[in-house]
């Protein structure tokens, strides 16, 4: 599995700008990936910088059998620290127009503490 690494990452119109962390190329192979197990503490700070109700995002943790769990809601101008722990993967989505939603990308916490910005 591909990953790359990064240092804050910026999320822009569903493509990773700029980074930090471990980000995972593209959520094409979601169902591939699962958390590790793990009692490395990291922090995931996630920040929506988008002006308008509708730019929301879904954090979705994946388990340790690959299934989404969903753990928040980030709507526009909101941040949230979340929890976690080295080598945990994360998912974040987007709602589509008439329903459903659309994987943004693939997060491996990879650090202590991570920065994560969405627009």
């Known amino acids: ?4 690494s990064c240092s804050t990452l ?9 980074g930090s962390g471990v980000a995972i190329a593209g959520c094409f ?5 699962r958390s590790a197990p793990s009692d490395t503490p990291a922090l995931l700070s996630f920040t929506n910088n988008a002006q308008t109700e509708e730019d929301a995002y879904e954090i979705y ?6 299934n989404r769990q969903l753990y928040s809601t980030l709507r526009a101008q909101q941040s949230i620290d979340q929890e976690t722990f080295i080598g945990h993967i994360w998912l974040i989505t987007a709602p ?10 693939l997060i491996e916490a990879s650090k202590p503490k991570e920065n994560i910005n969405l627009e």
């Open 10 to 18: 910026t999320i822009l119109s569903f493509l990773i700008v700029a």
């Open 96 to 105: 589509v127009p008439g329903g459903g939603e659309i994987c943004i990308d």
């Open 1 to 4: 599995m591909f990953l790359r």
């Open 61 to 66: 943790w994946i388990d340790f059998d690959g």
């Open 29 to 33: 192979s979601e169902g591939s990936y």
